[in-house]
């Protein structure tokens, strides 16, 4: 991919523009953006901030329509609900989803080179922006901070996704495609140790303060609590924790929202969230999950699940309902309840949200043997769920209370079950009787056929592929 050059001649602000949807959009792979030097990150680029506000801005949107962040086919939120024991596919059985359901992908699936390849074009990105707004003489200093550490967050976001999703990966921070056409894989803890140093540097550069009350842009907090997530699966418990309880701190949230309302965009529960691509539009979750009709080819919720949660858990009134079709009865969730566009836009995704955090403090607390902290929190979940207040319970009993009240709270949102099974190392239990592909592969996803044949170094194959 060489048209770049035919772009030099525009304003810096447009040429940058062209060249960050080429990037994005019209790359398949990060190794074939062989930008020439200087071309993307001269100084000339970031005249002002809006060239970085434009590529942040072309980012998100990369993820909410097309990336692993995406609620709609392509993302990570249905095909992990369909890998782990949440969701099943019905009909086709030659398409991408089944093969998530059956543990049957392969290295030349499409939907697992799109995980690959839009996350890596999101981190190049991101490094573009790392690299040149600090090389700008141009920028204020001070308001150049906040973009600069979105940046860091992005790239430190995708490469904890990619890093869960295919174990050891390249953790690429450069813009140079001779670099990254030879980049090799980083063992998974050291790719943790740089996600934890990219989004430290983010914590110092964002702000507390949103920049607009839509929240639809990371501040201080959302990086902290992705951070405290990211300490939950190294093991870093009492991190974790203090993490998880500086976000639960501020008084910029309230978890005490009517489950109904939790996901509309004005929810005071939300850390961050993705806006609609145009206006009166609302989720691709909501488009994606809603069955309006039983169709030759859907996908609903395991009957297992939704019989899984504790009578009068308001969870299962406000966020699952069902449609009967011909003598068949299938559940999906309607936590996202918008299937079309409205007046004005009603819901927004919600990337990052205050519920997650409570869970994750609680299951330090437990890690930590910190009984009566770890009942407070899975409390505070449960009372806004309408279920009892627990008032003993010993270590044993809080495992299976914490996974599953994470099941019941997080369910059908950016593989937080698939995650949790595989860490907590319960997914061959749970799952090799369901999933007639499960083996040892099942464990990590394949590195996509064309990585491996551009750069060898990102052999060997995953086990099992």
């Known amino acids: 991919m060489k048209p770049i050059l035919l772009y030099t001649h525009l304003k810096p602000f447009l040429a940058f523009l062209v060249l960050l949807n080429l990037i994005l959009i019209g790359c398949e792979s990060f190794i074939e953006v062989d930008l020439p030097p200087g071309q993307l ?5 970031f005249t002002d901030l809006r060239t970085a506000e434009a590529a942040l801005t072309e980012i998100y949107a990369l993820q909410r329509d097309q990336g692993i962040l995406s609620g709609g086919r392509s993302g990570i939120s249905s095909n992990l609900a369909l890998y782990a024991d949440t969701y099943e596919q019905f009909g086709s059985q030659s398409s991408d989803p089944y093969f998530f359901f059956t543990h049957s992908v392969s290295p030349d699936t499409r939907t697992i080179a799109n995980f690959w390849n839009t996350s890596y074009n999101s981190i190049y990105a991101a490094n573009a922006l790392i690299k040149g707004i600090p090389a700008s003489d141009a920028l204020d200093a001070t308001a150049a901070e906040r973009p600069l550490g979105e940046a860091y967050f992005i790239r430190g976001l995708m490469h ?11 953790f690429v921070t450069t813009t140079d495609y001779r670099v990254n056409q030879e980049v090799l894989k980083k063992p998974v803890d050291e790719v943790y140790t740089q996600v934890v140093r990219d989004l430290v540097q983010a914590e110092v550069l964002i702000p507390e303060s949103y920049s607009s009350s839509e929240r639809t842009r990371p501040n201080a907090f959302a990086v902290k609590a992705l951070l405290a997530r990211v300490y939950l699966y190294q093991g ?36 961050w969230q993705f806006m609609p691509q145009n206006a ?27 019989t899984s949660f504790e009578p009068g858990d308001l969870r299962i009134e406000s966020w699952i309902d069902s449609i009967t079709q011909n003598g068949i009865t299938a559940y999906f969730p309607i936590k996202y309840r918008e299937e079309l566009s409205t007046a004005t836009s009603l819901e927004y995704s919600k990337v990052l949200r205050l519920g997650e955090l409570y869970l994750i403090r609680a299951e330090a607390a437990w890690r930590l043997n910190r009984i009566p902290q770890a009942l407070a929190d899975l409390n505070a979940i449960r009372l806004r769920a309408g279920l009892s207040s627990l008032n003993a319970a010993t270590s044993e009993e809080l495992e299976d209370l914490i996974l599953s009240e994470r099941g019941a709270e997080l369910f059908t949102e950016f593989g937080h079950r698939w995650f949790d099974l595989k860490r907590w190392d319960k997914a061959e239990t749970v799952l090799q009787a369901s999933k007639p592909g499960w083996g040892v592969q099942s464990y990590l996803l394949p590195i996509p056929e064309t990585e491996l044949g551009a750069n060898p170094n990102l052999l060997p194959q995953n086990p099992g592929y």
Not at 41 to 45: H, N, P, Q, S
Not at 160 to 170: A, S, V
Not at 290 to 300: E, H, K, P, R, T
């Open 160 to 170: 904890f996704y990619l890093t869960n999703l295919f174990g050891p990966i390249p």
């Open 236 to 271: 870093e418990w009492q991190k974790a924790y203090d993490k998880a309880g500086e976000v639960l701190a501020s008084e910029l949230y309230t978890l005490d929202i009517p489950l109904d309302q939790l996901f509309l965009k004005e929810s005071k529960n939300t850390l």
């Open 280 to 306: 009166g539009a609302n989720t691709l979750e909501g488009r994606n999950f809603i069955l309006s009709v039983l169709g030759s080819n859907y996908a609903a919720f395991n009957p297992d699940f939704v």
């Open 41 to 45: 990150t001269g100084e000339a680029v």
